[in-house]
Every structure is written in C-alpha cells, then in structure tokens.
C-alpha cells in the first residue's frame, strides 16, 4: 500500500517554472515506478511522465519533452516534477502516481495509487 500526498502547484505566468512534488509513505518506494498525470477542465487524465525503480530511465508525453523533468529521491520517498517554460495550455490538476509494475508506464490503468492532485495554473 502506497499513499502519495502532492504539493508545490500554483499560479505562474507563462515562460516561468514551477516544482511539484509527492510524498510516498510505505518502506518499498523504491520498487515503485512513478508517474507524473494532469487533468484539464473538461479532458480527460493524462500521462505527463514517468521515472523507474532506480531513477536510470524516464519517459514524457511529446508535449513536455524538453521542458519538463522528472526525477526521485528513493532516500527520501519523494519524486518531483520540475516544469521550465511553462504555456497556458499545461494548466491543470496534476497527478502522482504509483505502480508496482516495471517497463514504460503511460497508462492510467497501469497505475494503482494516486494522489489527491495539485492544481498548476498558467497565465498568459
């Protein structure tokens, strides 16, 4: 069982950053693959990112390829999206996400355990 709390999201302008973050409870994140999701008003969820076991592969959706990156500190439970010129359009609620599951995670059924989501909103 897993438990994932977000925070960090928030109002920023476009071209400008912003950090989210989840705290994992449990002993065994590290066996964990993470992802990232968001939803925007009236879309349905779906897959920003996502990082393995040890951190040594990530994965992004083609439209924050570049931009965004996702990294996790096993020491610390916790993984973390780094977001870096930010448009209007990446405004959402954004998802953590767990699995037990190894290989490339990009599904929302692949996933087992969710955050209650943080909200990211971009201005123009």
């Known amino acids: 069982q897993v438990q994932l709390v977000e925070s960090g999201g928030g109002l920023v302008q476009a071209g400008g950053s912003l950090r989210v973050s989840c705290a994992a409870s449990?002993?065994?994140?590290?066996?964990?693959?993470m992802g990232w999701f968001r939803q925007a008003p009236g879309k349905e969820r779906a897959f920003v990112a996502a990082?393995?076991?040890?951190?040594?592969?990530?994965w992004y959706a083609d439209s924050v390829k570049g931009r965004f990156t996702i990294s996790r500190d096993n020491a610390k439970n916790t993984v973390s999206l780094q977001m870096n010129s930010l448009k209007p359009e990446d405004t959402a609620v954004y998802y953590c996400?767990?699995?037990?599951?190894?290989?490339?995670?990009?599904?929302?059924?692949?996933?087992?355990?969710w955050g209650q989501g943080t909200q990211v909103t971009v201005s123009s």
């Open positions: 996400a767990a699995t037990p599951r190894g290989g490339v995670r990009d599904r929302i059924y692949d996933y087992d355990y």
């Open positions: 449990g002993r065994t994140f590290s066996s964990y693959v």
């Open positions: 990082i393995n076991w040890g951190g040594t592969s990530t």
